[in-house]
């Protein structure tokens, strides 16, 4: 069965990076995009990028160009997801995602990584 | 315009049928996608391409499209169909969007 697990909870303080991983099992890694989700406190769904774990290529939602780096290694069948430059605001939950039917379809999701930035 | 807009909150009696409806349009030329989230959890999604359920969601889940307006209806609402409603599609570009929610409460 598909799985996607993540790595566990991050506390990080102002300016400061943070780097999260997505492990996928369970289907062929490369045949699907994964996305990064995140979800601050009480609020709605919010897209950060995605990457084609086949050959590596990338995009990503305009607020967060030039914040966040999306990787893969494809053994194990990980992605990462880099954001740098942290603020308050940066706190929430952080899902990773595949796409699914099409690559905006989101059929499987992590478990989620909470991340709080505070000082 | 890449919004999709949601109302904020609906209700339902237990057993009643509810429309969840998300505006916008990049909805004319793309389908959306519909996802539960229940307190704590992630996301789980319940339609795709307008009307297809994944499996293990049950048929009082339906989607379908209107011009810039896609919708999802629950037939018959359950106790475990309270949640956060999510709508998502894409952009003529690489774009995803999520619409702001729908929190659904059965009375």
């Known amino acids: 069965q598909v799985q996607l697990v993540q790595s566990g909870a991050e506390m990080k303080k102002p300016g400061a990076s943070v780097k999260l991983s997505c492990k996928a099992s369970g289907y062929s890694f490369t045949n699907y995009y994964m996305h990064w989700v995140r979800q601050a406190p009480g609020q709605g769904l919010e897209w950060m990028g995605r990457?084609?774990?086949?050959?590596?290529?990338?995009d990503y939602a305009q607020r967060f160009q030039g914040r966040v780096t999306i990787t893969r290694d494809t053994s194990p069948s990980t992605v990462n997801m880099d954001l740098n430059s942290l603020r308050s605001e940066d706190t929430a939950m952080y899902y990773c995602?595949?796409?699914?039917?099409?690559?905006?379809?989101?059929?499987?999701w992590g478990q989620g990584t909470l991340v709080t930035v505070s000082s | 315009s890449s919004e999709l807009t949601q109302d904020p909150a609906v209700s339902v009696a237990l057993g009643q049928t509810v429309r969840i409806t998300c505006q916008g349009d990049s909805l004319r030329n793309y389908y959306a996608s519909w996802y539960q989230q229940k307190p704590g959890q992630a996301p789980v999604l319940v339609i795709y391409g307008n009307n297809n359920r994944p499996s293990g969601i049950p048929d009082r889940f339906s989607g379908s499209r209107s011009g810039d307006t896609a919708s999802l209806t629950i037939t018959g609402a359950q106790a475990e169909d309270e949640g956060d409603y999510y709508c998502?599609?894409?952009?003529?570009?690489?774009?995803?969007?999520f619409g702001g929610g729908t929190k659904l409460t059965v009375l």
């Open positions: 995602t595949r796409g699914g039917s099409s690559w905006f379809v989101f059929d499987y």
């Open positions: 998502n599609s894409r952009d003529s570009g690489a774009d995803v969007f």
């Open positions: 990457i084609n774990p086949s050959g590596g290529s990338t």
